[in-house]
């Protein structure tokens, strides 16, 4: 749906306070995870909603998904993500939310904003901080539709077990580090003209959200409620909607893409 106002969102260089004061890696986001039930169909829902095709990405070899990519600037993109029908892996597959029922913006992933932080301190952090666990960082890889290999490190075995089990509704993110790798980021190679405005949230318990979130530095991703201050407002199911900046205007994404 469009939307008709421009969120307030902090700027993607600004420091996050919080993260400052409890000593953690500033966090920005790398791109938002938006499941389809079929790659190619959610393509063409995506371009006539907001005038920009997004173009293909690549196959997770092993997983059972591929995926179609926008930039949306600044260093962050968008990612269709659907299963990979020609992989036998798709049958069961669900990391991201990609079981999903229904077409909606499951999770994101955050990278660091420095590039001096790694990981690593990322995780330490972390667990240090609020006790919350990011799991194993592992080396990942994927073929361009080129044929070139494009490499990351991933923490992402959290999101693995399916929408109805991604941390806090999909509220935290999983993380990526760009270090490894030897080609453009991907939101420097995908289609451009559609901008990052602000990404919300709501959970039952966005205090209890805000604890993990600080404790990755990752609470300058979220545009805040106005009310409480919080990264995730007061409601009855977590849900993450982006709001973008399109060649049709404003266009809140949470669910289909209609």
Known sequence: MAGSASPKKRPASAMDPEALAAGC?????????????????????????????????????GIGTHNALVSLGEGAYLELLAKDPTQEESKTAAWLGVDSSKACLTTFCACPANAADQLDRVATSSKDQSGYDVGPIRDMSRHTPVGKLLRWRLAADNHKQGVAQLPEGGLVPFLIDWSLKELPHPSETSPSGCRLVALRAQHPDPSAVEKVLVGLGATSCFSRDETSGLCAASGPTPKLEVVLETPKGLVTLSGDLC
């Open 25 to 61: 890696p500033e966090l920005r986001v790398d791109h938002l995870v938006f499941v389809v039930p079929e790659r190619d169909a959610g393509v063409a829902d995506f371009e006539r909603l907001t005038g920009v095709r997004p173009c293909m990405g690549g196959r997770h070899v």
